[in-house]
């Protein structure tokens, strides 16, 4: 026993010999926001700071939560009149209204009704027939949502439902990052349910490798981009679906249709400072299509898109020209940059 002891601590000696004085990684893995999320982060201050953005995730997916009854979202789509909300959430739902005009509708955090409708938060999937859909995309028209900054409070329309399910882990992943910037903390790297999100570049200074899943292939990534200090957030048809008579239905909904969306585009990437904007605005790509979403790019600066039509084509705004490239075994796919 002994002897094995002394192996073991000669061989961890030998180790940290290897690493030399390389700052030391931290993890945490978690299930929050209904989603496995991998937390790493590097060097002095890197464990406590962690431990805190555990915390502060869990209290936003008690506050975010469309299924939890003590969720302040849950207290807007069952209270009535105006309903007092936490900061975090009066952020996000101007931030949702923002991005509901800015896309045009594409994005809109009242789609909650018609998601449910096509049994994705229930797992009893149909397809809505067109005059159930009709009657459901009424109540969801968020200009008639009213918002009182001052007072604090959201009142909806009557037969709204809202769910920040689109920019709830973006918004959950620049809290991380302010709170492990606000230690001292120099290089992390988190992945929120497949939102990624980067504090610095590694602790060798090389940029961090950020895979993008392939829509067709699960345990597969068609493209890597490296980055520093940026999130990268996808959305895809591929994370929940169902099949009908040949027919892949999935939980992304066009809000002009209240069918799931077919743009042509089987996965949408944002990329930018923000994490909640990238997710908002994934999504909402999603829906445009890779024409729109050019065209939308084009108005903007403040982010970069990699996005997957169904021939398998990848469009990659040129911002991310320099950072991007196909994985092993991709090398043969078309690739179309899109200039301003
Ligand atoms: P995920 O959360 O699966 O990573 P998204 O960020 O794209 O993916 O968010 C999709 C979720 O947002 C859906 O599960 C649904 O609840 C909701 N949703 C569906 N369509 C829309 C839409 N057009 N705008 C806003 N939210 C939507
Ligand atoms: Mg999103």
């Given at each position: 026993m002994r002897r094995v002891g002394c192996l073991l601590l000669a061989l961890a000696a030998a180790a940290a010999l290897l690493t030399g004085c390389a700052p030391e990684e931290h993890e945490e893995i978690i299930f929050a926001m209904d989603t496995v999320m991998q937390l790493q982060a590097w060097g002095d201050g890197a464990e406590d700071a962690l431990t805190r953005a555990v915390q502060r995730i869990n209290e936003l997916d008690r506050t975010l939560s469309?299924?939890?009854?003590?969720s302040d979202i849950w207290a807007i789509n069952h209270g009535q009149g105006a309903v007092e909300v936490s900061p975090d959430t009066l952020h996000l739902v101007e931030l949702a209204l923002e991005l509901w005009r800015d896309t045009g509708g594409a994005?809109?955090?009242?789609m909650y009704p018609v998601v449910r409708a096509w049994g994705?938060?229930?797992?009893?999937?149909r397809v809505v027939p067109e005059p159930e859909r009709a009657e459901l995309l009424e109540y969801t028209d968020l200009g008639r949502l009213e918002l009182d900054e001052a007072a604090g409070t959201v009142t909806l329309p009557e037969g709204m439902e809202l769910d920040l399910g689109s920019l709830g882990k973006g918004y959950a992943g620049d809290q991380v990052m302010d709170i492990l910037r606000g230690s001292g903390v120099t290089s992390a790297i988190v992945n929120l349910g497949g939102n990624v999100q980067a504090l610095?570049?590694?602790?060798?200074?090389s940029p961090w490798r950020v895979g993008i899943q392939d829509p067709e292939d699960?345990?597969?990534?068609?493209a890597v981009l490296e980055i520093s200090d940026l999130a990268v957030v996808t959305s895809g048809g591929y994370q929940r679906y169902f099949e009908e008579d040949g027919q892949t239905y999935w939980h992304i909904m066009d809000p002009a249709t209240?069918?799931?969306?077919?743009?042509?585009?089987i996965s949408a990437t944002a990329v930018g400072a923000s994490g909640a904007l990238c997710d908002g605005l994934s999504t909402a790509l999603f829906v445009m299509g890779a024409d729109a979403a050019a065209d939308f790019w084009r108005g903007r600066e403040d982010f970069e898109f990699v996005l997957v039509d169904q021939a398998g084509t990848i469009w990659v705004s040129e911002g991310l020209e320099d950072s991007f490239s196909l994985a092993q075994g991709y090398e043969d796919r078309t690739v179309e940059v899109v200039r301003r």
């Open positions: 469309v299924v939890n009854e003590n994005l809109n955090i009242a994705f938060t229930t797992g009893e999937y610095g570049s590694q602790s060798d200074g699960e345990s597969a990534y068609l209240g069918a799931p969306a077919d743009s042509g585009l």
